[in-house]
């Protein structure tokens, strides 16, 4: 059984930086690309990115290019989310998860592609 455990997120100042992360644990996750996405109040969940299962490819939401950037460490199983230069409009809880497919090409942007969801981790932009 995997478990995919976000953290990261707070309370942070327009212009502001969070990096949040998501531990992979019960299974290695190498093999697997990985997504991040967003969901607020009254809104449905939204893809923001994507890194292909070697990390050479990656796929970013319009909203979100040139502020955002996702790497991971397969030798620890994470996958990393660094926001930069935050707006308020990128309030949400955040979630990983894994393709449900492996060694996938392209990568996809659908959540229904998408498996072993984490809690979640609050993130909020203030004005």
């Known amino acids: 059984q995997v478990q995919l455990v976000e953290s990261g997120g707070g309370l942070v100042q327009a212009g502001g930086s969070l990096r949040l992360s998501c531990a992979a644990s019960g299974r290695t996750l190498r093999s697997y690309a990985m997504g991040w996405f967003r969901q607020a109040p009254g809104n449905e969940r939204e893809f923001v990115a994507a890194i292909s299962w070697s990390g050479g490819s990656t796929y970013f939401v319009d909203s979100v290019k040139g502020r955002f950037t996702i790497s991971r460490d397969n030798a620890k199983n994470t996958v990393y989310l660094q926001m930069n230069s935050l707006k308020p409009e990128d309030t949400a809880v955040y979630y990983c998860?894994?393709?449900?497919?492996?060694?996938?090409?392209?990568?996809?942007?659908?959540?229904?592609?998408?498996?072993?969801w984490g809690q979640g981790t609050q993130v909020t932009v203030s004005s």
């Open positions: 998860a894994a393709d449900r497919r492996p060694l996938r090409v392209p990568l996809v942007t659908t959540p229904a592609e998408y498996d072993y």
